[in-house]
C-alpha cells in the first residue's frame, strides 16, 4: 500500500519560516513529479511549487524567491522550504506524487498520490 505522509506544518509569525516534509513509502518503482498544493478554506487548491524527477523546479508566482522545493530522491521525499511566511500562506498544504508502479499483468502504470495536507498558519 502506498502511502505519502506530511510532517513540518504549524503556527508561525509573519516573516517566519517552515520546513514542510513529505515522504512516499509503499510498493512503487520510482516516482516522476512531485509538488505542494494549498487550499485555503473556501478557495480551490492550487499548485505551489513542483519538481521533476531530474529537479527542475516550478513555482506559483506568489511564493517565488519566498519557498524553496527540493527533493531526495532515495529518500523518496520532498521537501518545502518556505520564508518570509506571510498570513496569506495560510492554508492546508498537500503533497502529491506520480508514483510508477507495476500493475497486476506486470505493466508499467503511473498513479497520482495526495497526502492527508498539513495545516500551516501564519500569523499577522
Known amino acids: 500500500q502506498v502511502q505519502l505522509v506530511e510532517s513540518g506544518g504549524g503556527l508561525v509569525q509573519a516573516g517566519g519560516s517552515l520546513r514542510l516534509s513529505c515522504a512516499a513509502s509503499g510498493s512503487m518503482i520510482s516516482i516522476n513529479g512531485m509538488g505542494w498544493y494549498r487550499q485555503a478554506p473556501g478557495k480551490q487548491r492550487e499548485l505551489v511549487a513542483s519538481?521533476?524527477?531530474?529537479?527542475?523546479?516550478n513555482y506559483a508566482d506568489s511564493v517565488k524567491g519566498r519557498f524553496t522545493i527540493s527533493r531526495d530522491n532515495v529518500k523518496n521525499t520532498v521537501y518545502l522550504q518556505m520564508n518570509s511566511l506571510k498570513p496569506e500562506d495560510t492554508s492546508v498544504y498537500y503533497c502529491n506524487a506520480d508514483l510508477i508502479m507495476l500493475d497486476r499483468f506486470r505493466r508499467y502504470i503511473t498513479t497520482s498520490y495526495w497526502g492527508p495536507g498539513t495545516q500551516v498558519t501564519v500569523s499577522s
Open positions: 519538481i521533476t524527477s531530474g529537479g527542475s523546479a
